[in-house]
């Protein structure tokens, strides 16, 4: 069997005099970025710079749009109308379209972040308006969202591609849903444990839930939060073990 994968980082997440990251780094070692767009995180300085180093490695470009928090880094949750989540993903859609453009290129896919991923991965009618904005702007463009939720089923709906995401840096909970911030085992911090669980789902189609059980989990795409410290060399080491597993690692759009 051809295993393939594709592994994306959020970045672009500093802002004015604040540096959040090493993106540099990390897009040495990824084949998508997904940018922040000035929501959640980001500035337009910030948006152009790291538009140029995903060229500079030749690294897929996405739109990371997020809810307007930037105190919060987008990781609060808010109640929005469809409305909203359509406006805001259309307006930040085309704010990094404008930079990617400037340089020459385009944007190939849309993926939320934080607590507007996580509200849309369970609540439809987000989902929807988020996928129609994504449609309304370029339907080429491929929809990120947690694997078999709300998020990929409202982009079949919309006729979009669709990417399934997986996390190598995060527990599941038997439903299939990511384990929520606010407990203190949410984030996995031993990378060797980060490397076995990614190896799981890209060979076995499986990850292992908080409780212990095993879930089914197909993945088109693997993230590495690009807000760790340590994330260059984690992006690094997950990509070494991948390939050492004889997986293929390449954009979406190989």
Same mark, same amino acid.
């Given at each position: 069997?051809?295993?393939? +994968?594709?592994?994306?980082?959020?970045?672009?997440?500093?802002?004015?005099?604040?540096?959040?990251?090493?993106?540099?780094? =990390?897009?040495?070692?990824?084949?998508?970025?997904?940018?922040? &767009?000035?929501?959640?995180?980001? #500035?337009?300085?910030?948006? *152009?710079?790291?538009?140029?180093?995903?060229?500079?490695?030749?690294?897929? /470009?996405?739109?990371?749009?997020?809810?307007?928090?930037?105190?919060?880094?987008?990781?609060?949750?808010?109640? /929005?109308?469809?409305?909203?989540?359509?406006?805001?993903? $259309?307006?930040? /859609?085309?704010?990094?379209?404008?930079?990617?453009?400037?340089?020459?290129?385009? %944007?190939?896919?849309?993926?939320?972040?934080?607590?507007?991923?996580?509200?849309?991965?369970?609540?439809?009618?987000?989902?929807?308006? +988020?996928? *129609?904005? /994504?449609?309304?702007? #370029?339907?080429? %463009?491929?929809?990120?969202?947690?694997?078999?939720?709300? $998020?990929?089923?409202?982009? =079949?709906?919309?006729?979009?591609? =669709?990417?399934?995401?997986?996390?190598? !840096?995060?527990?599941?909970?038997?439903?299939?849903? $990511?384990?929520?911030?606010?407990?203190? !085992?949410?984030? +996995?911090?031993?990378?060797?444990?980060?490397?076995? *669980?990614?190896?799981? +789902?890209?060979? #076995?189609?499986? =990850?292992?839930? @908080?409780?212990?059980?095993?879930?089914?989990?197909?993945? !088109?795409?693997? &993230?590495?939060?690009?807000?760790?410290?340590?994330?260059?060399?984690?992006?690094? @080491?997950?990509? *070494?073990?991948?390939?050492?597993?004889?997986? #293929?690692?390449?954009? $979406?759009?190989?």
């Amino acid at each position: 069997m051809n295993l393939r +994968i594709d592994l994306n980082s959020d970045i672009g997440e500093s802002f004015g005099a604040w540096t959040m990251g090493d993106d540099a780094g =990390v897009l040495a070692h990824v084949t998508s970025a997904n940018i922040a &767009c000035g929501f959640h995180a980001g #500035d337009a300085l910030t948006m *152009q710079r790291t538009v140029a180093l995903a060229l500079e490695h030749g690294v897929a /470009i996405g739109a990371h749009v997020g809810l307007p928090d930037l105190q919060g880094f987008g990781r609060r949750e808010m109640k /929005i109308s469809a409305a909203e989540a359509h406006a805001f993903t $259309l307006g930040q /859609i085309g704010a990094l379209d404008a930079f990617a453009r400037a340089a020459g290129t385009r %944007l190939r896919h849309v993926k939320p972040h934080g607590a507007l991923y996580n509200l849309a991965a369970r609540d439809a009618s987000l989902a929807d308006a +988020i996928a *129609q904005a /994504i449609r309304g702007f #370029d339907p080429e %463009l491929v929809l990120v969202g947690l694997a078999a939720s709300e $998020l990929p089923r409202a982009g =079949v709906r919309a006729g979009l591609r =669709v990417a399934h995401e997986a996390f190598v !840096d995060r527990r599941y909970e038997p439903d299939g849903s $990511l384990t929520p911030r606010s407990r203190a !085992d949410a984030v +996995i911090a031993d990378a060797d444990a980060a490397v076995a *669980q990614a190896l799981a +789902i890209v060979r #076995d189609a499986r =990850v292992s839930a @908080r409780d212990g059980s095993t879930l089914a989990l197909r993945a !088109d795409t693997l &993230c590495v939060h690009g807000d760790r410290v340590d994330a260059a060399t984690w992006a690094a @080491r997950l990509r *070494q073990a991948l390939e050492a597993a004889g997986v #293929d690692v390449r954009t $979406l759009h190989d």
